[in-house]
C-alpha cells in the first residue's frame, strides 16, 4: 500500500474533533459520515430530507474526487437518518447517484444527529480501480 492522503473540507470540527473528511491508503477511501453544512457552516436544506441528502452526496463527490476516486469506486454507502419514514426521499436522491453503480447500502434509524437540523448523515467506502 502506498502512503496516506487525509482530505480535507476545511471544516473548523476538523481540526477540533481531529477527524478528515476521507482519508486515503492506497486504492481505499473512507470518507467521513457526511451532513448538509456547507462550507460557512450553516445547514443546507433545512426540513427537506431530499435537498439534505443531494447536497451530502455531492460533497461526498467532491471528497472523492480530492482522494483520486470517483463516484463508481464507491462500494458502500451508510446512511444514518432522524426519521426513517421519509426513507423514500433519501433513497430517491442515492439512487439518483448510484443507481447504475450500485454499492451495498445501509439506512438506519438514529435518535439525533449533531444538529437538530440535521435529518440524514452519510459515509461511503471506495475502492479505486
Not at 473528511?21 to 491508503?25: G, K
Not at 457552516?41 to 447536497?55: P, S
Not at 458502500?76 to 426513507?87: A, G, K
Given at each position: 500500500m502506498s502512503g496516506r492522503t487525509n482530505v480535507s473540507s476545511g471544516a473548523k470540527w476538523e481540526n477540533i474533533v481531529g477527524y478528515s473528511?476521507?482519508?486515503?491508503?492506497g486504492n481505499i477511501?473512507?470518507?467521513?459520515?457526511t451532513t448538509a453544512v456547507d462550507e460557512n457552516?450553516?445547514?443546507?436544506?433545512?426540513?427537506?430530507?431530499?435537498?439534505?441528502?443531494?447536497?451530502i452526496l455531492e460533497k461526498i463527490e467532491r471528497a472523492l474526487n480530492q482522494a483520486g476516486a470517483?463516484?463508481?469506486?464507491?462500494?458502500?454507502?451508510?446512511?444514518?437518518?432522524?426519521?426513517?419514514?421519509?426513507?423514500?426521499?433519501?433513497g430517491r436522491a442515492h439512487g439518483e447517484f448510484f443507481r447504475d453503480i450500485r454499492p451495498a447500502a445501509t439506512m438506519v434509524e438514529v435518535s439525533a444527529l449533531v444538529s437538530p437540523e440535521l435529518l440524514v448523515e452519510i459515509e461511503v467506502s471506495a475502492v479505486i480501480g
Open positions: 473528511r476521507a482519508v486515503r491508503i477511501v473512507e470518507v467521513a459520515g457552516g450553516q445547514v443546507v436544506g433545512a426540513g427537506d430530507v431530499y435537498a439534505q441528502a443531494r447536497y470517483a463516484r463508481t469506486d464507491v462500494i458502500r454507502t451508510r446512511m444514518f437518518v432522524t426519521d426513517i419514514s421519509q426513507w423514500q426521499e433519501i
